[in-house]
């Protein structure tokens, strides 16, 4: 099913199409009377066609990384590749090309030509170079800091610990500090000539205060200087099906937070498929302006799949995926599946390209 939103990744498609259609018509008017004597020449001329057919899906992405980047056609292809639900965009890029050079064969030649090697190159090679280009496109241009939510939630955690954290913060330039609420008018007076924002954990981990405490908890936070608020769902009431209580809670927290951004925590590991697509639904519903995996404190982290299934729920919104996020390539894969915020411990090795030995 295509989505009112979706339609413009067709438009977006453009630079694509034409791009494999010229590789064609290279193939058959302009190489046809050196083939396969000048083999190297033609497939020289293929090859270059080749590497710039993502240039123009990524040049108009330049100027929206990273804000917006789920909705723009080059990164939806990313995750494409690994649905189901949009595999027809992949059939119509990798079939129309095919399609047109067999119809411009009939019409110009009367027959079907010759091999069409730059066709065949294209839509066998068009997806996995798409992915090879934005995989070193997005190392050079965006902003990976700008994912993070660099964070340190241990309940053994001291002032040297946060210093840390804010220090690290601080020369990184990361989005956020996520810190318990004791620390947040520490974070906040410590950030305040800063970008770094400050968020906050609120009925963190188990997610079963009441919603009075849970409010008064967020009311406090704002009070303190929090800039951001990953409130922890009823997880009892997701798994009996109590989505109307769900939604309640959240938009009472939603109102206290008024513009300051809500991620609502699902802890994922506790919930199946069905009910982590529901209960993103409810919280989208009730104003969040997340969804997040997972409190670290939970049986699991993030996985690809719950990131999936968030994302698509979301269709543009913020998804964050938390905990297990330890190497650039888990990094990737998490933006590659929609996710638009990092929750971890270990956003320094990240941007640094290392492996992290960190629990969250």
């Known amino acids: 099913v295509l989505y009112e939103k979706n339609l413009k990744y067709f438009a977006m498609a453009v630079p694509v199409f034409i791009v494999g259609n010229l590789i064609d018509l290279f193939d058959r008017f302009v190489f046809a009377s050196f083939y396969p004597t000048q083999f190297s020449i033609q497939s020289s001329v293929f090859i270059i066609g080749i590497l710039i057919l993502p240039l123009g899906g990524s040049l108009l992405i330049l100027s929206k990384y ?4 789920l909705e723009e056609f080059m990164y939806t292809l990313m995750r494409v590749f690994k649905t189901k639900r949009m595999v027809i965009t992949r059939l119509f890029l990798d079939a129309t090309p095919l399609i047109l050079g067999i119809i411009l064969s009939l019409v110009f030649l009367n027959n079907f030509g010759t091999a069409h090697l730059g066709t065949l190159v294209f839509v066998v090679s068009a997806g996995p170079l798409i992915k090879l280009y934005l995989s070193i496109f997005r190392r050079l241009f965006m902003k990976l800091n700008k994912y993070i939510d660099h964070t340190y939630l241990k ?3 001291m002032k040297e610990d946060i210093d840390t954290l804010l220090d690290e913060a ?5 989005k956020s500090v996520c810190v318990n609420p004791t620390w947040v008018s520490y974070a906040a007076e410590s950030l305040k000539r800063s970008e770094v924002l400050v968020c906050t954990v609120i009925g963190f981990p188990l997610g079963a205060s009441t919603t009075k405490t849970k409010v008064y908890e967020t009311e406090d936070a704002i009070r303190n200087g929090a800039d951001e608020i990953d409130m922890v769902i009823n997880v009892g009431w997701v798994k009996a099906g109590k989505f109307d209580d769900v939604e309640a809670e959240i938009k009472a927290i939603k109102t206290v937070c008024n513009t300051h951004t809500l991620k609502v925590i699902l802890e994922t590991c506790y919930l199946t498929k069905e009910e982590i697509r529901a209960a993103s639904v409810a919280a989208f519903k009730a104003g969040a302006d997340f969804v997040k995996t997972s409190t670290g404190f939970g049986t699991g982290g993030a996985t690809l799949e719950a990131v999936t299934i968030m994302a698509d729920v979301a269709k543009g919104r913020g998804v964050k995926a938390s905990g297990g996020v330890k190497t650039r390539e888990d990094f990737e894969m998490m933006v590659e599946a929609g996710a638009t915020r990092i929750g971890t411990s270990s956003g ?7 492996t992290s030995d960190s629990e969250y």
């Open 348 to 354: 320094v090795s990240l941007v640094k390209g290392e």
């Open 66 to 69: 990273p804000a917006g980047v």
């Open 170 to 174: 601080l020369t990184y330039d990361f």
């Open 155 to 157: 309940a053994f955690g």
